[in-house]
């Protein structure tokens, strides 16, 4: 089944660039969409369809989706960005939802 | 504005099936508008989908929990349904409901219930 990566933890000091990835094997042909999991709340979608926004989410998160790699970027990082951060498909080869295991998000 | 809400016992035995209701305020769970799904979230992990329904009955579910899941709608309470039988300490979670636009992403979740396996 397919698989998508992520690495454990990325951290960044508040009004610097946080740049979270998600590998897959081509998965610039697909389309990423990417959640925020605040501790003890549920997951939210703030980048859909590799680099659109929901509305409410800031400027600040945008995304992009190319090859073997999707990328999360989060500009001008503050205090309340540290959170869970997981990338998910739809793998059309199963017809099934696959989710990244995460990424860890530490606002030094 | 849609909006979700998890239901169901926060215990269940070992073998026995779990099950658990999202009821749906906003939006109508025969709109055509809308996928319904389920993911699971064990304690410290990450998230893991379970399963998606669409208002014409058609759903997909994930392959790794072997046949065990049915999904569900309730159009007399507006509402969708997890089961989840023959339950294992594995299966401890907290399960999320979620709409999507699509079957592609979900937007918004519910607050998500707790359901521990355990005798």
């Known amino acids: 089944s397919y698989v998508l990566t992520q690495s454990p933890s990325v951290s960044v000091a508040p009004g610097q660039t946080a740049t979270i990835t998600c590998g897959g094997d081509n998965v610039g042909s697909k389309s990423v969409h990417w959640y925020q999991q605040k501790p003890g709340q549920a997951p939210m979608l703030v980048v859909y369809?590799?680099?659109d926004r929901p509305s409410g989410i800031p400027e600040r998160f945008s995304g992009s989706n190319s090859g073997n790699t999707a990328t999360l970027t989060i500009t001008r990082v503050e205090a309340g960005d540290e959170a869970d951060y997981y990338c998910q498909v739809w793998d059309n080869s199963g017809d099934h939802v696959v989710f990244g295991g995460g990424t860890k998000l530490t606002v030094l | 504005q849609l909006q979700l809400q998890e239901s169901g016992p926060g215990r269940v035995k070992p073998s026995e099936t779990l099950s658990l209701t999202c009821s749906v305020s906003?939006?109508?769970?025969?709109?055509?508008?809308?996928?319904w799904g389920w993911i699971r979230q064990p304690p410290g992990k990450g998230l893991q989908w379970v399963a998606t329904?669409?208002?014409?009955?058609?759903?997909y579910d994930n392959p790794s929990l072997k046949s065990r899941v049915t999904i569900s709608t309730d159009t007399s309470r507006n509402s969708f349904s997890l089961r989840l039988s023959s339950v294992t300490a594995a299966d401890t979670a907290v399960y999320y409901c979620a709409a999507g636009r699509t079957y592609d992403w979900f937007d918004p979740w519910g607050q998500g219930t707790l359901v521990t396996v355990s005798s």
């Open positions: 369809d590799d680099s």
């Open positions: 906003g939006g109508s769970i025969t709109s055509a508008d809308y996928y």
């Open positions: 329904i669409y208002y014409t009955g058609a759903t």
